[in-house]
C-alpha cells in the first residue's frame, strides 16, 4: 500500500463552494485500491474567513482521509493577523507531521510559503519524494497592494527566500500555467522537466450543472456580461463599470452586469455601480453547480486582472472558456494574452482602460454572430486544454513515477 500525502493550505472541503483541485486529485489516487490517500489542508476557511465544520454526511462521502491542522482566524487578506496565523499552522503542521507514519510522496501546493516550507524540509529530512504545485507566485502577488519601492523588497525578502526554498526542494514541479513553471524551473537544478497543468473542470460535470440549473427567465433583448471570482484588489471591476457607464452614456441599455462571487472590496463595487445607475445583478459566492448555471446563460465574459497582478492561469478562464463565452481581458500575463489571440477566443485590451475596454465591449455587444463565433472557439480551447478528464491524469502519472 502506497501512502500519499498531499498538503494544501487553501482549498475547499466537502461540502463548501467551490471546484478544487486538490480535492479532484486525491479523487483520483484514492480510486487506486493499492493507494492510502490524506488530504492535509486548515482549520480556517480562507474564502469565508470562519473555522470549519464539517457534516458527517461530506464526511461519509469522502475515499481518502481528511485531516485539518488548527489555524487561527483573520479577517484581512494582508494583514499582520494574517502571517502570524500562517506560522502557526506551519508550526502545528511540523507536529503532525512529526507524528505521522512517513508517507511515500509528499505533494504539495505553494503557497502558502509556511506550510510548504515545512512540508520541504520534513521530506528532505525524511529522503521522501517532494512535489510541488505552484498555484500563485508569492511575495509577488503581496506587492500588487503593497508597493512601495526599496520598502517592499524589503519586507518581503524573507518570503522570498522562503519560496526559493521550496522551489530548489522539489523533485518535480507542476503548476497551473508555464508562467509558474517557468519561475520555480529557475531556482531548480533537479527537475530536468516541468509540467504546467491548468487549474480547469471537468467538462461533463459542467455540462450536466449547466443543463440541471439552467437559467429560463431571461429576457431575450438583454445581453449579459459575467464577471465570477473575487471582488478584491486583484480583480479591476472599477474598469469594467467605467467602461459600462461609457457604454450607457451611448445609449446602450439593454446589458446587464452579473457578478458572481464575494469579497472585501464588494461594498465598494455596489456603490460605484449604483452611483452610475449601471443594470448588475450581485450574487454573492454561488455553489459551483448553482454558478455554472448562471454563467453559461451569460453573453459575454470580462476577465479584468489589475495592473502588475502576479496571476497568470486562474479558475475563472477555465469556467469562461466551459460556458463557451467570448471573453474582454485586461490580464498583463502574455501566456493568457496569447491564449486569447492565438485561439480567436475574444478580445485583449489596455489594462485600466475603460474607453478601450468599452470599444470591445461594444463589438461584441453590438455583433451576436461574433460572440456566438469566439464563444464557440473558446469551448474547443476548452475542450483541449482545460478538461480535467483529460490533462489532469498527467499529474498522476507524475505521482505515480515518485513512488516506484
Keep these: 500500500m502506497k501512502d500519499i500525502l498531499m498538503v494544501t493550505h487553501f482549498t475547499q472541503v466537502p461540502g463548501e463552494a467551490g471546484n478544487g483541485r486538490f480535492n479532484y486529485i486525491a479523487n483520483m489516487l484514492s480510486k487506486d485500491p493499492n493507494k492510502k490517500v490524506e488530504v492535509v489542508t486548515s482549520s480556517f476557511s480562507h474564502g469565508a474567513k470562519k473555522q470549519r465544520k464539517l457534516l458527517s454526511e461530506n464526511l461519509n462521502d469522502m475515499n481518502y482521509k481528511l485531516t485539518m491542522i488548527k489555524e487561527p482566524d483573520y479577517k484581512k487578506n494582508v494583514s499582520l493577523r494574517r502571517f502570524y496565523s500562517h506560522f502557526i499552522i506551519g508550526r502545528n503542521l511540523k507536529k503532525y507531521l512529526n507524528k505521522r507514519t512517513k508517507p511515500d510522496v509528499i505533494y504539495c501546493s505553494v503557497p502558502s510559503l509556511d506550510v510548504a516550507k515545512t512540508a520541504a524540509k520534513y521530506a528532505k529530512k525524511n529522503n521522501i519524494k517532494f512535489i510541488i504545485d505552484v498555484q500563485d507566485i508569492w511575495p509577488e502577488a503581496f506587492k500588487l497592494i503593497f508597493n512601495l519601492p526599496i520598502i517592499s523588497n524589503l519586507i518581503f525578502y524573507p518570503m522570498k527566500r522562503s519560496s526559493e526554498y521550496i522551489y530548489k526542494s522539489a523533485d518535480e514541479i507542476i503548476s497551473v500555467s508555464k508562467t509558474y513553471c517557468d519561475l520555480a524551473h529557475k531556482y531548480n537544478k533537479k527537475c530536468n522537466r516541468v509540467y504546467d497543468v491548468f487549474l480547469g473542470t471537468e467538462l461533463k460535470t459542467f455540462d450536466d450543472y449547466k443543463n440541471k440549473n439552467m437559467i429560463t427567465n431571461k429576457p431575450s433583448n438583454e445581453v449579459w456580461i459575467a464577471y465570477a471570482g473575487t471582488l478584491g484588489h486583484s480583480y479591476d471591476l472599477t474598469a469594467v463599470i467605467e467602461s459600462l457607464t461609457i457604454m450607457k452614456n451611448k445609449g446602450f441599455k439593454n446589458f446587464k452586469f452579473i457578478i458572481m462571487g464575494n469579497g472585501p472590496l464588494k461594498h465598494k463595487f455596489e456603490k460605484h455601480i449604483e452611483k452610475n445607475q449601471i443594470p448588475a445583478n450581485f450574487t454573492g459566492r454561488l455553489n459551483y453547480d448553482k454558478m455554472v448555471g448562471l454563467l453559461s446563460a451569460c ?6 486582472i489589475s495592473k502588475g497582478a502576479a496571476q497568470s492561469i486562474i479558475n475563472k478562464h477555465a469556467d469562461y472558456a466551459a460556458a463557451g463565452l467570448p471573453v474582454v481581458n485586461t490580464q498583463e500575463s502574455k501566456e493568457y494574452r496569447e491564449l486569447v489571440d492565438e485561439h480567436k477566443i475574444g ?49 498522476i502519472d507524475v505521482i505515480n513515477k515518485n513512488l516506484n
Excluded: W
Design 299 to 304: 453573453d459575454i465574459a470580462v476577465n479584468p
Design 347 to 395: 478580445f485583449n485590451c489596455k489594462n485600466n482602460n475603460a474607453k478601450d475596454l468599452a470599444d470591445k465591449l461594444l463589438q461584441l455587444y453590438e455583433n451576436k454572430t461574433l460572440r456566438i463565433e469566439m464563444g464557440s472557439n473558446h469551448r474547443k480551447l476548452a475542450e483541449t486544454k482545460f478538461d480535467r478528464t483529460y490533462t489532469y491524469p498527467s499529474i
